[in-house]
């Protein structure tokens, strides 16, 4: 039981770290590399949050999954709050994979809570 429960885990941060490499690889994919702000943006939330999975892979700690919600709410809020939401293409990446990043967090952050769902 304790061994499923750990390759759930996983399998979130899984998710989290392919996530962080979309959020980092976007700026070329999506062509907003000539935006600064929004590029910039992408590139540092998207290692923050690879090199939290990565962490979290090697050695489960809850703290990080709540950093990776505040970074998920972050990429929400950041095209207002930086001044790129006009940028269709920028603004719809970073909020699309907040969203998923929160869920995916959020998620994880049940799941230690409540051990006794997965009986």
Known sequence: MASKLMEERKSKDWVI???????FISPWVIG??????????????GVLLGALALATLSVFAEWEEWVNLVLGLWL??????????ADRNA???????????????????WDVRHPHAHA
């Open 17 to 23: 770290l392919v996530l962080a490499i979309c959020l």
């Open 32 to 45: 907003f590399t000539a935006a600064m702000m929004p590029a910039w943006n992408a590139w540092i939330v």
């Open 76 to 85: 929400i809020v950041s095209p207002w709050l930086l001044g790129f939401a």
């Open 91 to 109: 603004m719809l990446t970073h909020v699309i994979l907040g969203v998923l990043v929160v869920a995916a967090s959020a998620w994880a952050v």
